[in-house]
């Protein structure tokens, strides 16, 4: 009998209050050339609280290193193709891959490239375009190929789909040759859960930063890297970056304080929502706690400093990679993500997943009951052979929920709310599992497996 994990559409969200290089940078000083922008992104999405869940106590080495290690993975050059965003998020799932299985999988960024560009078919629209959409080599956002790759969809080598480095080399293709190149991707293994650390308020306590940082060692350790967002005007090679940026002992170093908040406020780049908008993706593969402040042009309180992964090439900063101040602005208000990996079984694995708003999928509040109280209901269907229903997977914006899962063997015909299907929730629905998210992100829930039957439908 075949598997199946269900994932659910809909966003699990709770009412809360709480008070494009053209060429890479040279490494003679903080470089100067102007480079291309290819990963901006307004943050529009306001900084979401978080129910307080209390962290598992962990032992963390001070020093984490993988670069001459067998966990190492190669430092890429994006040239002047704004695919910054498709390097970050490749990165991740490689070494996401080699922490897990230990076998080191190059992937090709511009895979992705073409997965979520508008013009990406010659022979008609991309089904895949993201909300606002964006073209060949403009830019994109790493979270997004990561959730993708959570959904079913997975990763194309590099020697099956080269990426190109100069911009202009990248035409929209035929979708059948799209489709032919998406056959030979590695399935070897498969995206389980992706784990988003939110950013938090720049006001935040000593102990809520302090917080956030050993939540991405942890992430680190556990998973392999996590996607990072800076601006370049101010961590990189613009003039600006002169003021929070240098090289020093032969390593580049980067804290934008969150004191550089008013100075990047001026320049308007801050969005409506009064979060920092970031225009480049890099990866972050490590941390030393002993890096020490004064290797920083703006020194911070105390020493410390992630280990971030470029993809400008070995001639950028210490070949490749540079330093972070714990303290940087962008790890403070950013999003970070990650993914959990694991070998693909060799049981057939099939996923359904709704983006359907009839019928078959709703998402409503009892208010009348409790305002923290959500319930959301997709309906699935069965066309082939006999399986059995062994996860369900929701993708939540905050950590501490709790959560119940209730199978129906048939299609939902009652709406939600309604007397009946509270009836129904009671007297037909089975429970089938419940528990709490301790983390953000689409995640992948255990279930009592119920077996489905061909050409059936499930709720």
């Given at each position: 009998?075949?598997?199946?994990?269900?994932?659910?559409?809909?966003?699990?969200?709770?009412?809360?209050?709480?008070?494009?290089?053209?060429?890479?940078?040279?490494?003679?000083?903080?470089?100067?050339?102007?480079?291309?922008?290819?990963?901006?992104?307004?943050?529009?999405?306001?900084?979401?609280?978080?129910?307080?869940?209390?962290?598992?106590?962990?032992?963390?080495?001070?020093?984490?290193?993988?670069?001459?290690?067998?966990?190492?993975?190669?430092?890429?050059?994006?040239?002047?193709?704004?695919?910054?965003?498709?390097?970050?998020?490749?990165?991740?799932?490689?070494?996401?891959?080699?922490?897990?299985?230990?076998?080191?999988?190059n992937f090709s960024p511009n895979y992705w490239n073409y997965t979520f560009a508008t013009n990406a078919y010659s022979d008609g629209f991309n089904?895949?375009?993201?909300?606002?959409?964006?073209?060949?080599?403009?830019?994109?956002?790493?979270?997004?190929?990561?959730?993708?790759?959570?959904?079913?969809?997975?990763?194309?080598?590099?020697?099956?789909?080269?990426?190109?480095?100069?911009?202009?080399?990248?035409?929209?293709?035929?979708?059948?040759?799209?489709?032919?190149?998406?056959?030979?991707?590695?399935?070897?293994?498969?995206?389980?859960?992706?784990?988003?650390?939110?950013?938090?308020?720049?006001?935040?306590?000593?102990?809520?930063?302090?917080?956030?940082?050993?939540?991405?060692?942890?992430?680190?350790?556990?998973?392999?890297?996590?996607?990072?967002?800076?601006?370049?005007?101010?961590?990189?090679?613009?003039?600006?970056?002169?003021?929070?940026?240098?090289?020093?002992?032969?390593?580049?170093?980067?804290?934008?304080?969150?004191?550089?908040?008013?100075?990047?406020?001026?320049?308007?780049?801050?969005?409506k929502t009064g979060r920092v908008d970031t225009n480049h993706a890099l990866t972050i593969i490590g941390w030393d706690d002993t890096f020490d402040?004064?290797?920083?042009?703006?020194?911070?309180?105390?020493?410390?400093?992630?280990?971030?992964?470029?993809?400008?090439?070995?001639?950028?900063?210490?070949?490749?990679?540079?330093?972070?101040?714990?303290?940087?602005?962008?790890?403070?208000?950013?999003?970070?993500?990650?993914?959990?990996?694991?070998?693909?079984?060799?049981?057939?694995?099939?996923?359904?997943?709704?983006?359907?708003?009839?019928?078959?999928?709703?998402?409503?509040?009892?208010?009348?009951?409790?305002?923290?109280?959500?319930?959301?209901?997709?309906?699935?269907?069965?066309?082939?052979?006999?399986?059995?229903?062994?996860?369900?997977?929701?993708?939540?914006?905050?950590?501490?929920?709790?959560?119940?899962?209730?199978?129906?063997?048939?299609?939902?015909?009652?709406?939600?709310?309604?007397?009946?299907?509270?009836?129904d929730l009671i007297t037909v629905y089975k429970k089938i599992g419940e528990g709490t998210f301790t983390e953000v992100g689409m995640q992948r829930?255990?279930?009592?497996?119920?077996?489905?039957?061909?050409?059936?439908?499930?709720?």
């Amino acid at each position: 009998m075949l598997s199946v994990v269900t994932f659910f559409s809909s966003e699990i969200s709770y009412a809360m209050t709480e008070q494009k290089p053209a060429e890479p940078p040279v490494e003679q000083g903080v470089a100067e050339k102007k480079v291309v922008i290819d990963n901006w992104q307004e943050n529009n999405e306001p900084l979401t609280p978080q129910l307080p869940v209390k962290q598992k106590r962990e032992i963390l080495p001070s020093v984490f290193d993988p670069r001459g290690t067998a966990l190492e993975t190669p430092v890429k050059n994006q040239g002047s193709v704004g695919l910054c965003w498709a390097y970050s998020g490749t990165d991740v799932l490689s070494l996401a891959k080699l922490r897990t299985l230990g076998s080191l999988t190059n992937f090709s960024p511009n895979y992705w490239n073409y997965t979520f560009a508008t013009n990406a078919y010659s022979d008609g629209f991309n089904p895949n375009v993201k909300a606002g959409g964006w073209g060949l080599d403009e830019g994109g956002i790493p979270k997004e190929l990561l959730l993708s790759s959570n959904l079913g969809r997975n990763s194309v080598r590099e020697s099956v789909f080269p990426t190109a480095t100069v911009k202009g080399q990248n035409q929209p293709m035929l979708s059948q040759d799209y489709q032919a190149m998406t056959a030979k991707a590695d399935t070897s293994f498969e995206v389980t859960d992706t784990f988003i650390l939110k950013g938090i308020s720049l006001q935040s306590s000593e102990k809520e930063l302090a917080e956030k940082t050993t939540s991405i060692k942890s992430m680190i350790k556990n998973y392999g890297a996590m996607t990072f967002s800076q601006h370049d005007t101010y961590s990189l090679d613009k003039d600006k970056a002169k003021k929070y940026a240098q090289i020093k002992a032969g390593k580049y170093t980067s804290h934008v304080p969150v004191s550089a908040y008013s100075d990047i406020k001026a320049d308007q780049n801050v969005s409506k929502t009064g979060r920092v908008d970031t225009n480049h993706a890099l990866t972050i593969i490590g941390w030393d706690d002993t890096f020490d402040k004064s290797m920083f042009k703006v020194q911070p309180k105390r020493n410390g400093a992630f280990i971030v992964k470029n993809s400008w090439g070995t001639t950028f900063g210490d070949k490749g990679y540079y330093y972070v101040s714990y303290e940087d602005i962008y790890l403070v208000d950013g999003d970070l993500t990650t993914v959990k990996v694991k070998e693909r079984d060799n049981e057939q694995l099939n996923a359904y997943v709704t983006t359907r708003d009839d019928n078959h999928s709703w998402g409503f509040r009892l208010d009348q009951i409790d305002q923290q109280q959500m319930y959301v209901a997709n309906s699935f269907e069965v066309k082939d052979k006999d399986k059995s229903l062994t996860h369900v997977g929701f993708y939540n914006e905050h950590r501490g929920l709790k959560y119940e899962v209730y199978y129906l063997p048939k299609e939902l015909t009652v709406k939600p709310g309604s007397l009946q299907w509270a009836e129904d929730l009671i007297t037909v629905y089975k429970k089938i599992g419940e528990g709490t998210f301790t983390e953000v992100g689409m995640q992948r829930l255990t279930v009592a497996p119920q077996d489905v039957q061909e050409q059936s439908a499930y709720t």
